[in-house]
Structure formats: structure tokens, C-alpha cells
Antibody, heavy 116, light 111 residues
């Protein structure tokens, strides 16, 4: 079955750019699904960041839209997240997930800490 | 502040039944957008529990059930077990925000 695995730096400096990649295995990244990013600040709830379709079409959380870019590399069966102008408020566990109306499956998540 | 409101916590003794509400508005649940539920065990990623309001993925016990009416949805858990202790989140789409939204989550404690 489809499995997702996030990777990227665990520490990012304030005002810098957060870059994460989600590797997709066990299924086609060109299937009729959206590929999404969701984050969870420590001790808090889930926040949808955005998503991408295999055609390159994207949807973003309006509250983050000015800082977010999600891209897809079908040759590498992975998709990526870039979040610019990082602050401490962006410290969170970042999850990637497949969405076909609902989110399933999810990656295990990766903690990104914003600190100098 | 989420557009989907959940109680911060619920509790129940083993064997009992609990319900978790998810209250929305005319721009999300009331607009007939589907509600999905996720279970997040401590230190793990969320896991799909209920999809399209009432459906259980394979492997989810029938002790878990979902319902939806008007601008609200509910998750019911019967025959509570210690391993049900987790955070539960509802999720839908909001047309005013043009995006996907989660409730703030409900912590279930099994007494």
C-alpha cells in the first residue's frame, strides 16, 4: 500500500526557508489524489497547509498562501514544501498525506524547530 | 480559532459509551461537505478513523461510528477500551475559507 516519508532539516533559522520533501512509495503519484501537507505545533491541533495534484495544480491555506510553495517531481515520486520567512510560530511537526476527500495515509511526521 | 468546534476533552470508564461533537456552520458541515474523523495516539501520526461522515476504513472496529446532521457531526465510541485514549479530530471543507479545516481536537481519557 502507499507509504509516505517526510525528510528535511530539523532546525531552521528565523527568517529562513523551511524545505521538506515527501517520498511516495507503493503507489502512483499520478493517481487521482491530492498530495498534502499538514502541520501540528507542539501540544496543539492540526493545520492544513496546502496540496498539489499530479498535474501541478495547487491549493493553499489562505493564511499561509503568501509564504508557501508546494511542488511535485513525478520522476522521483515525491512532492515538496517550501515555507519562507520562518518564525518561531512555524515550529511544528510537519506531516505529508494523500488526500482523496479524506487524508489517508499519513507520513510519520518530521519535527521542524525554528531557532537561531 | 477553528471553524469546527470540538470539546477539548471527554472521558469515560472502560465499557462505557462516549460521543465527541464537531460543530460547524453553513459554510462547512451545513453546506453538506463531508466530515472525516482521525485518531491520533500519543506520539504518532493521525490515522483515518471515519470517512464521509459514517464510513469505517477496513480494520477500524465497529465500536467507532460517525453521524452527521445539519451543521454538526458526531463520533461515538462504544465499549471504551484503554487503547482508545487518544486525541480525535474532525475535518471538513469550508467554502468561506476555500480550504480544508480541522477541529481543534478532543482528548479522550479512559478512566
Amino acid at each position: 500500500q502507499v507509504q509516505l516519508q517526510e525528510s528535511g532539516p530539523g532546525l531552521v533559522k528565523p527568517s529562513g526557508t523551511l524545505s521538506l520533501t515527501c517520498a511516495v512509495s507503493g503507489g502512483s503519484i499520478s493517481s487521482s489524489n491530492w498530495w498534502s501537507w499538514v502541520r501540528q505545533p507542539p501540544g496543539q491541533g492540526l493545520e492544513w497547509i496546502g496540496e498539489i495534484y499530479h498535474t501541478g495544480s495547487t491549493n493553499y491555506n489562505l493564511s499561509l498562501k503568501s509564504r508557501v510553495t508546494i511542488s511535485i517531481d513525478k520522476s522521483k515520486t515525491q512532492f515538496s514544501l517550501k515555507l519562507t520567512s520562518i518564525t518561531a510560530a512555524d515550529t511544528a511537526v510537519y506531516y505529508c498525506a494523500r488526500r482523496n476527500n479524506w487524508f489517508d495515509p499519513w507520513g510519520q511526521g518530521t519535527l521542524v524547530t525554528v531557532s537561531s | 480559532q477553528s471553524v469546527l468546534t470540538q470539546p477539548p476533552s471527554v472521558s469515560g470508564a472502560p465499557g462505557q459509551r462516549v460521543t465527541i461533537s464537531c460543530t460547524g456552520s453553513s459554510s462547512n458541515i451545513g453546506a453538506d461537505y463531508d466530515v472525516h474523523w482521525y485518531q491520533q495516539l500519543p506520539g504518532t501520526a493521525p490515522k483515518l478513523l471515519i470517512y464521509r461522515n459514517t464510513n469505517r476504513p477496513s480494520g477500524v472496529p465497529d465500536r467507532f461510528s460517525g453521524s452527521k446532521s445539519g451543521t454538526s457531526a458526531s463520533l461515538a465510541i462504544t465499549g471504551l477500551r484503554a487503547e482508545d485514549e487518544a486525541d480525535y479530530y474532525c475535518q471538513s471543507y469550508d467554502s468561506s475559507l476555500s480550504g480544508l479545516v480541522f477541529g481543534r481536537g478532543t482528548k479522550l481519557t479512559v478512566l
